[in-house]
């Protein structure tokens, strides 16, 4: 998976806690990006981060939050979960801009009970 | 509004004959058009880009076609194989700009080829 590794791969909380997933890349890539994946939805952009501490808001940002304090690592946090949060949610990375695509991570299957 | 198609959900072909996925979208201006393949229980993985000044890319048994007119991609898989059933994604890359290069997906198409 392009060195890009997401933790965990499976978590379940409770409703109301704050949960946070992490995505580390060995790639050096300049670009990471968020998604969750939903039936019907396809993917969709959470956040995404151009730079180290610049990061903007993709089409379904409520509720979630993100950092990235350095290039390798991007944080996605939940600061309350809820149950429409239930979803598996991938990171990606891209470099070269119009040359390769993004490269994604494993997943991780959230679950909000 | 903003929206990303895809033809259908589902694509039954035979084992040997071409698919054909169509990917079409409205209010965007990507400056390039991507294609991704999902199989089960896994992230996307890159299968071809195309630019938005070219009308057509090929790769092995693959082929993309973009018309910005239309508004439309077309991707096909020739001589097609059951290795090639999983789920098919189409993306919008809007570019590089000073603040991010987003890339918007379509729902995808599940293959089926049959043997």
């Known amino acids: 998976d392009a060195g890009i590794t997401q933790s965990p791969r499976h978590k379940v909380t409770e409703t109301g806690t704050p949960v946070t997933l992490r995505c580390h890349q060995t790639?050096?890539?300049?670009?990471m990006y968020w998604y969750r994946q939903d039936p019907g939805h396809g993917l969709r952009l959470i956040h995404y981060s151009y730079g180290v501490k610049d990061t903007d808001k993709g089409e379904v940002s409520d509720g979630y939050s993100v950092s990235r304090s350095k290039t390798e690592d991007f944080l996605l946090t939940l600061e309350s979960a809820t149950s429409s949060q239930t979803s598996v949610y991938f990171c990606?990375?891209?470099?070269?801009?119009?040359?390769?695509?993004?490269?994604f991570g494993q997943g991780t299957r959230l679950t909000v009970v | 509004s903003q929206k990303i198609e895809q033809n259908s959900e589902a694509l039954n072909i035979q084992e040997g004959k071409t698919a054909t996925l169509t990917c079409n979208y409205t209010n965007y201006s990507p400056a390039y058009l991507q294609w991704y393949r999902q199989d089960p229980g896994r992230g996307p993985v890159f299968l071809l880009l195309i630019r938005e000044n070219e009308k057509e890319k090929r790769k092995e048994r693959l082929k993309v076609t973009f018309d910005t007119t239309l508004k439309q991609s077309l991707f096909h898989i020739t001589a097609s194989q059951p290795a090639d059933s999983a789920t098919y994604l189409c993306?919008?890359?809007?570019?590089?700009?000073?603040?991010?290069?987003?890339?918007?997906f379509g729902t995808g198409t599940s293959l089926t080829v049959i043997p």
């Open positions: 990606a990375i891209s470099g070269a801009g119009g040359v390769v695509g993004a490269f």
């Open positions: 790639e050096n890539h300049r670009y």
């Open positions: 993306a919008l890359d809007m570019g590089r700009s000073a603040t991010g290069n987003q890339f918007y």
